[in-house]
């Protein structure tokens, strides 16, 4: 994922936010099943930080372990999890659930207060 797409875009318009794309090169945090087919897939985007971009995905059930995210790198999402592409470029403060044949997404004003996961 290198830049803003029409299909972010048309996400982003279904639920009237402006697009926020993450910036090339940033990092986001992904469990280590990432890509394993697990249902739900999560995700929850914080305001972004140095070289992170705020996002944090996840599949099935979330672990408050410290080793439960790992470091990727914003070009690979696409290849390890590219059902997420469509979702990125929401901005901060907005959640999804993706499961076979639903969709979730939805604005936290927690995740802008800097609560923690998830």
Same mark, same amino acid.
């Given at each position: 994922?290198?830049?803003l797409?029409?299909?972010?875009i048309e996400?982003?318009? !279904?639920?009237?936010?402006?697009?926020?794309?993450? !910036?090339p090169?940033?990092? /986001? @945090?992904? #469990?280590? =099943?990432? !890509? $394993?087919?697990?249902?739900p897939?999560?995700?929850?985007?914080?305001? +972004?930080?140095?070289?992170?971009?705020?996002?944090?995905?996840?599949r099935? =059930?979330?672990?408050?372990? +410290?080793g439960?995210?790992?470091?990727?790198?914003?070009?690979?999402? @696409? $290849?390890?999890?590219p $059902?997420? #592409?469509?979702?990125? &470029? /929401?901005p901060?403060?907005? !959640?999804?659930? /993706? &499961? +076979?044949?639903?969709?979730?997404?939805?604005?936290?004003? =927690?995740?802008?207060? @800097?609560? +923690?996961?998830?």
């Amino acid at each position: 994922m290198d830049s803003l797409d029409r299909h972010q875009i048309e996400t982003c318009l !279904r639920f009237d936010v402006v697009p926020d794309p993450p !910036r090339p090169g940033s990092k /986001l @945090g992904v #469990s280590s =099943n990432i !890509r $394993e087919v697990v249902s739900p897939l999560h995700g929850l985007r914080h305001a +972004p930080e140095g070289d992170t971009n705020g996002w944090y995905i996840w599949r099935g =059930n979330y672990d408050d372990d +410290p080793g439960f995210f790992a470091p990727l790198h914003l070009e690979h999402v @696409g $290849e390890w999890c590219p $059902e997420v #592409s469509l979702h990125l &470029a /929401l901005p901060a403060g907005w !959640r999804f659930l /993706l &499961a +076979p044949d639903h969709e979730d997404v939805w604005f936290d004003v =927690n995740l802008l207060d @800097g609560q +923690p996961l998830p």
